[in-house]
Structures are given as structure tokens and as C-alpha cells.
């Protein structure tokens, strides 16, 4: 079992950044795979970023590639979204999720209900 907790949040201008953190407690980040999603209003949660846990290989839905990046600190417990040119089609409440898959990463990475631990989620908004 793991809990998730994110913080990191808030309200910045458009091209600005943000830093969003996930502390897990309970196991270590590096024994997961460890995913980024967001949940606009009125949309359905959507894959942000997601990190390998057995050699940290990283994947990033196309409207974030080249402005995220995900990174651990296993010493820490902590996964990051480090979230750089941020426009306000990025405003959303953003969820970190640990999934026990070891199998496919590179294929189901973006799949919600490979999944198994969620966070309560941090709000983002981008002013334009």
C-alpha cells in the first residue's frame, strides 16, 4: 500500500512554471510506476506523464512533450512535474498515481486503470 500526497500548486501567468511534487509514504516511488493526470472542468481525467519504475524511462502525452518532465527522488520518496511554458489550456486539478504493473509499461503507461494509488490531486491554473 502507498499514499500519495501532492502539493506544488497554484496560480501563475501563462509562460510561467510550476514545480509539482508527489510524496509517497508506505513503499518507494521506485518500486511503481508512477503517473502524472489532470482533470480539466467539465473534461475527463487525462494522461499528463508517467515515469518506468525499473529504469525510470519516461513518456509524456503530446500536448506537454518538450515543456514537462517527470523525475524521482528515490532518497526523497518524491516524484516531480516540473511543468515549464504553461498555457491555460493546462489549467486543471493534477493527480499522481502509483501502478504495480510490470508488464507493457511502454505500452498501458497512459492507461488510468493500470493505476493502483491515487493522490487527492493539487489545482493548477493558468491566467492568460
Known amino acids: 500500500q502507498v499514499q500519495l500526497v501532492e502539493s506544488g500548486g497554484g496560480l501563475v501567468q501563462a509562460g510561467g512554471s510550476l514545480r509539482l511534487s508527489c510524496a509517497a509514504s508506505?513503499?518507494?516511488?521506485?518500486?511503481?510506476?508512477m503517473g502524472w493526470f489532470r482533470q480539466a472542468p467539465g473534461k475527463e481525467r487525462e494522461f499528463v506523464a508517467a515515469?518506468?519504475?525499473?529504469?525510470?524511462?519516461?513518456y509524456y502525452a503530446d500536448s506537454v512533450k518538450g515543456r514537462f518532465t517527470i523525475s524521482r527522488d528515490n532518497a526523497k520518496n518524491t516524484v516531480y512535474l516540473q511543468m515549464n511554458s504553461l498555457k491555460p489550456e493546462d489549467t486543471a486539478v493534477y493527480s499522481c498515481?502509483?501502478?504495480?504493473?510490470?508488464?507493457?509499461?511502454?505500452?498501458?503507461?497512459?492507461?488510468?486503470?493500470?493505476?493502483?494509488?491515487w493522490g487527492q490531486g493539487t489545482q493548477v491554473t493558468v491566467s492568460s
Open positions: 508506505g513503499r518507494t516511488v521506485s518500486s511503481y510506476n
Open positions: 498515481a502509483a501502478g504495480r504493473f510490470t508488464y507493457g509499461v511502454s505500452l498501458y503507461y497512459y492507461r488510468q486503470d493500470m493505476y493502483d494509488y
Open positions: 515515469i518506468k519504475w525499473s529504469d525510470a524511462s519516461t
